[in-house]
């Protein structure tokens, strides 16, 4: 076989590892498959004359589309009124990851005697999903309040249809901030849930308080190891170092024979 042409197998072979290593350490898997979500607010006011009631919703099959919905119920009597408002966003990065925004969920009451305040009866958030893969469904979140007198807000509910359930986010003195993981099954429906608990009824006087929440949610199952840009270039670089010191070794043998000779 003559050096030229096992220099070439040589470099070929030694690229083709470097394009093998990068396809082995590679693993690609599918997105979850999102099957239903939706956002449902729904605001009710009663000043001592009877209950308003507003809902808004906005909902979509298989896709992963922005979703949003706001609401406001004004009762009034007399001199004496209630305002309930709440609104909310979700979007979705894709359909393993997204962020949910419920804010300016409260009310403003003036003068009130005897009269309620209620936005808990939505749905608010709701995302129906198959995992792809065996993982965890982590949730971050972050809730504030603000107002003259924040009792009622109470905070949000967490539904997990999950074996491991839901949990309660509560607003208290404080606001409030962590994290959640629920483990999740590859091929198995799971629905998320998050719902405010915002209400207060009787004597409500004059008043003023609201509160928001985000929620920044993640599907993690297989991760995908990929070598790093200089792993791949450094296998290549090591490729051409090769062949470059056969050619040089080729050389001085060819000139050391015709000196022989």
């Known amino acids: 076989m003559k050096i030229s042409t096992a220099i070439q197998r040589l470099s070929m072979s030694t690229v083709g590892a470097a394009i093998v290593a990068v396809g082995i350490n590679s693993s690609v898997y599918a997105l979850p498959t999102p099957i239903s979500s939706s956002l449902r607010l729904q605001a009710e006011s009663d000043a001592g004359s009877g209950l308003i009631t507003d809902i808004d919703s906005d909902g979509q099959l298989s896709t992963v589309n922005p979703l949003s919905a706001s609401v406001s119920a004004f009762a009034t009597s007399g001199e004496a009124s209630v305002l309930s408002q709440a609104k909310g966003t979700a979007t979705w990065i894709d359909s393993s990851q997204g ?3 419920l804010t300016d969920i409260g009310w403003k009451t003036v003068a009130v005697n005897s009269g309620s305040a209620a936005l808990f009866n939505g749905l608010d958030w709701s995302y129906q999903f198959i995992s792809d893969a065996t993982g965890f469904f982590t949730l ?4 504030s309040g603000s107002g003259t007198d924040k009792f009622g807000l109470n905070g949000f509910n967490f539904d997990w249809s999950g074996v491991e359930g839901g949990d309660f986010f509560g607003l208290d003195i404080s606001d409030t901030s962590g994290t959640l993981q629920r483990a999740i099954t590859a091929g198995e429906s799971y629905i998320v849930t998050i719902r405010n608990q915002a209400n207060i009824g009787g004597g409500l006087g004059t008043r003023e308080a609201f509160m928001d929440g985000t929620f920044k949610w ?6 995908a190891t990929v070598p790093e840009c200089d792993t791949i270039l450094g296998l290549l670089a090591f490729s051409v170092f090769s062949v470059s010191s056969l050619l ?10 015709a000196s022989i000779k």
């Open 99 to 101: 962020v949910v925004n």
């Open 140 to 143: 971050n979140y972050d809730i």
């Open 218 to 223: 993640k599907i993690d199952t297989a991760t």
């Open 248 to 257: 040089k070794y080729n050389q001085k043998a060819v000139r050391s024979i």
